[in-house]
T-cell receptor, first 115, second 111 residues
């Protein structure tokens, strides 16, 4: 149980275009989802917290107009990178928290390359 | 922002040896967790230790927590080549359940 999927697993897009990444909890309802970004050989940096039915809470330094997060249901959150630039190229990982406190279940990640 | 640092940044050992990784953090915590990440993959949860616990075991894993020193260690005994991965500690500090990750240790277990 507690499986989280992400789609796509990798994507290449041209500079200036927008890319949407989906995060789904497959066998549980996620009250909260989190989005992280990870650069090569670095740690995960929390970007935002997404609660179903409400606006996402962004970490300091993360542009909310550039990284649009929508959590429309208890099993789906989306991250849209708008007007992507090469510096947005990164590994994006989501996680979902169910009813069990403290534990988060991580998706497999999405590798975004902006050319 | 990152909660703290892990050391060593990289560790190379022979199969069968023990591997010890350390994590330090900056603020008071509710829980500390350890995760493993294989190259280019998502994270796998290894173990959670609460702030009022000092030691926890799970199979070949042993985690200690010293809240007075704001540090934790992860010991993997009798390492295997399949243990090759990056290991991260992560802390949560409030009811938001946000996880703040350490810088990670890259472990290489040589066959």
């Amino acid at each position: 149980g507690a499986v989280v999927s992400q789609h796509p697993s990798w994507v290449i897009c041209k500079s200036g275009t927008s890319v949407k990444i989906e995060c789904r909890s497959l066998d549980f309802q996620a009250t909260t989802m989190f989005w992280y970004r990870q650069f090569p050989k670095q740690s995960l940096m929390l970007m935002a917290t997404s609660n179903e039915g409400s606006k996402a809470t962004y970490e300091q330094g993360v542009e909310k107009d550039k990284f649009l997060i929508n959590h429309a249901s208890l099993t789906l959150s989306t991250l849209t990178v708008t007007s992507a630039h090469p510096e947005d190229s990164s590994f994006y990982i989501c996680s979902a928290r169910g009813w069990t406190p403290y534990e988060q279940y991580f998706g497999p990640g999405t590798r975004l390359t902006v050319t | 922002s990152q909660q703290g640092e892990e050391d060593p940044q990289a560790l190379s050992i022979q199969e069968g040896e023990n591997a010890t990784m350390n994590c330090s953090y900056k603020t008071s915590i509710n829980n500390l967790q350890w995760y493993r990440q294989n190259s280019g993959r998502g994270l796998v949860h290894l173990i959670l230790i609460r702030s009022n616990e000092r030691e926890k075991h799970s199979g070949r894993l042993r985690v200690t927590l010293d809240t007075s020193k704001k540090s934790s260690s992860l010991l993997i005994t009798a390492s295997r080549a399949a243990d090759t991965a990056s290991y991260f500690c992560a802390t949560d500090t409030d009811s938001s359940y946000k996880l703040i990750f350490g810088s990670g240790t890259r472990l290489l277990v040589r066959p």
